[in-house]
């Protein structure tokens, strides 16, 4: 057989195409004890905190403990596979995950792997991101002044939301506090606001309902669901809320709005606790290592509503935090409390009542307040929790049953049909101007002659009657965002014209 001088040269040019002359330096360890989702390896002299190490046979890790000799690296995955003398070997990269526009109507894992590839097949992106970067600086933001409209009466009027705001939710299990996260997103239906819902440590039938949810109402295509499910390793609980912000990051820096919310950063702080203890790290408060408020803040913080110069996206998170019997001043809740901008207070006591939303306005705040807020909602919405709570301390008093004067049974009168206006059923979120029109008739004492149980009846038809008989003035309300002297007596005369043809319908 023959060879060819130009089948070698050939070969040759194939083999020199594809050399390359830098040099790939890997530092290989040895597993000396792992053990509950912890690897303690000798030899990686040159990891990087929060480095991905790679165990072989797909399990990789983070490296959290840089100590003098070892390296202390949570699991991603199954512990089992793994053995004493097992070589671990750095990668050089930061732990990332996927980012991109494929990612909304997905459920992802933390870092980007698809829990839905059965039905909706592989996800179509390769852009990755950093699961942890420094949050934008003061001269890259600006101040929060656009509205984020959750839908929900007592919120946008009392508690108003910006985007690029940190507002708390937070409340006892079983108040309605995941419901007040999902009610804003479906809200977001056309306002071109990407969402991202982190589930930490929830149960997989608790994420069914809200992926079903989310799809039913619509709203899951432009939402990404990432899951980290109660039965998931805790390293993977705790770079869920980290997975989510850089997605959220993503769309903020194209100019775009996002929406991250945290359910919930209690169980998130578990996690943490759970990987710092066994790491041996000092426990402080509660167990907590000394370092778990900076977990949280370095979280929140880049949040933002970035400057025109970077395209003016923003990034709102909406964390959230259960109490146990409403303690306030437990270690987590103190903590994402200061670091917030104001908190949306659930109380069981008004949840036990029937008031859903079960807002404690009182105890609620939003430090950016009017900021994020139309003219007209700040008009109807700026008398609404001085009068809620000047309705509390006289409902207290009153109890005692002692004789009232007549200002004081007006400001109890005028309360409950408050009370009734601001409950509202969930997945039914309302037009700024519907919110608008009901809160005018509530604040302005339009319902004082309305029975109590007859209120929640009234709002609806009220909202119709004005919807039909006056569309022009509506549609001049949605484009000035402001109600002008002339509105004000016109929105009055419409609701008391509604109030007398409803009467005579009831007394027929």
Known sequence: MSVRPEEV??????????????????????????????????????????ELIDFGGGIFGIALNLEEDTVGVVLLGPDEQISEGDEAHTTGTIAETRVGNALFGRVIT????????????PIETEETAPLEVIAPGVVKRQPVHEPLRTGIKAIDAAIPIGRGQRELIIGDRQTGKSQIAIDAIVNQRDTGVKCVYVAVGQKLST??????????????????????????????????????????????????????????????????????????????????????????????????????????GSLTALPIVETQEGDFS???????????????????RLFNEGQRPAINIGMSVSRVGSDAQSKM????????????????????????????????????????????????????????????????????????????????????????????????????????????????ARLADLIETFKREWRLQHTE
């Open 207 to 312: 994420i069914r309902r809200l992926v079903a949810t989310l799809e039913e109402q619509g709203a899951l295509e432009y939402t990404c669901v990432v899951v980290a499910t109660a039965s998931d390793p805790a390293p993977l609980q705790y770079i869920a809320p980290y997975a989510g912000c850089a997605i959220g990051e993503y769309v903020r820096d194209q100019g775009g709005h996002a929406l991250v919310v945290y359910d919930d950063l209690s169980k998130h702080a578990q996690a943490y606790r759970q990987m710092s203890l066994l790491l041996r790290r000092p426990p402080g408060r509660e167990a907590y290592p000394g370092d778990v408020f900076n977990l949280h803040s370095r979280l929140l913080e880049r949040a933002a509503k970035m400057s025109d110069e970077l395209g003016a």
């Open 330 to 348: 437990a270690y987590i809740p103190t903590n994402v409390v200061s670091i917030t901008d104001g908190q949306i207070y659930l109380e069981p």
């Open 377 to 488: 909602m700040k008009q109807v919405g700026s008398r609404l929790k001085l009068d809620l709570a000047s309705y509390r301390e006289y409902e207290s008093f009153a109890q005692f049953g002692a004789d009232l004067d007549e200002d004081t049974r007006k400001i109890l009168t005028q309360g409950q049909r408050m009370v009734e206006v601001l409950k509202q059923p969930p997945l039914e979120p309302m037009e700024e101007v519907e919110q608008v029109i009901i809160l005018y008739a509530a604040t302005r004492g339009h319902l004082l002659d309305v029975p109590v149980a007859d209120v929640t009846e009234v709002e609806p038809l009220l909202i119709n009657y004005v919807r039909e008989k006056a569309p022009e003035f509506v549609r001049s309300l949605e484009e000035t965002q402001a109600l002008s002297d002339e509105d004000e």
């Open 110 to 121: 933390p870092l980007g792997e698809p829990l839905d590839e059965q039905t909706r097949g």
């Open 9 to 50: 040269s050939a070969v040759l040019r194939d083999r020199l195409a594809g050399y390359r002359d830098e040099l790939e330096l890997t530092s290989t360890g040895i597993v000396l004890q792992v053990g509950d989702g912890i690897a303690q390896v000798y030899g990686l002299s040159e990891a990087m905190s929060q």
